[in-house]
């Protein structure tokens, strides 16, 4: 069946330190991915959109891009801030928007 | 202006009372609408899905119920909570399919 696997439960980092968060996904349809951030007591914020048409996206300095070989999605920061602390998760989109499935989510701590 | 708007912020209920949580959207229209439920520390799960006005269908039993009344509304509720149901429940909305928004949640606790 389908399903998406973010296996990197926590990142620590500093501040500058490059960003990389991993997905994987299993799905027999062309598959579309959403990158989620949320913060601390919020609902999560959509971050970006990836599809196999388009391969890539960016946005507020985070690039997603997809790997069809690995069957994987990557979401990475050249530098992250310490605002950018918080959980990030990948989510596969089923039947044209009917359902989402979340990864379980990576916690991301950055220190100044 | 925010366009989901969820309520109560906030609810601390006991077990076996009811339970009726709310999400309302401004500005859209028909758009589809999600219920989804997060434990804490957790991920999220997809709980109702509406595509229009009197039509729910439910992707995970938990003793919930959700109704649309109006094309800009979506109801989430039941008739005896569980200790189980607390956790952070979220409304979110779409009207291109594969771009979905999640309003700012409802934390309820149950005791």
């Known amino acids: 069946g389908d399903s998406v696997t973010q296996k990197q439960g926590q990142v620590t980092l500093s501040e500058d330190d490059f960003l990389f968060i991993n997905c994987t996904y299993s799905?027999?349809?062309?598959?579309?991915l959403l990158w989620y951030v949320q913060y601390l007591g919020q609902g999560p914020q959509l971050l970006l959109k990836?599809?196999?048409?388009?391969n890539k996206g960016i946005s507020r300095g985070f690039e997603a891009t997809y790997d069809k070989g690995t069957t994987s999605f990557h979401l990475q920061k050249a530098s992250v801030q310490e605002s950018d602390s918080a959980v990030y998760f990948c989510a596969l989109v089923l039947q044209g928007g009917r359902a989402l499935i979340f990864g379980t989510g990576t916690t991301v701590s950055v220190s100044p | 202006a925010q366009t989901i708007h969820q309520w109560p912020v906030a609810e601390i209920k006991a077990v076996g009372s009811p339970l009726s949580l709310g999400c309302t959207i401004k500005g859209k229209s028909s758009p589809n609408l999600y219920w989804y439920w997060q434990a804490t520390g957790g991920t999220l799960q997809q709980l109702f899905y509406?595509?229009?006005?009197?039509?729910v269908e439910s992707v995970v039993q938990l003793n919930l119920s959700a109704s649309r009344p109006k094309d800009d509304q979506f109801i989430l509720s039941t008739e005896k909570l569980l200790l189980s149901h607390s956790g952070f429940y979220l409304c979110a909305w779409s009207l291109v399919r594969e771009e979905v928004f999640f309003g700012k949640g409802t934390r309820l606790t149950v005791v």
């Open positions: 990836v599809t196999t048409a388009n």
């Open positions: 509406s595509i229009t006005v009197g039509q």
């Open positions: 799905t027999t349809t062309y598959p579309t």
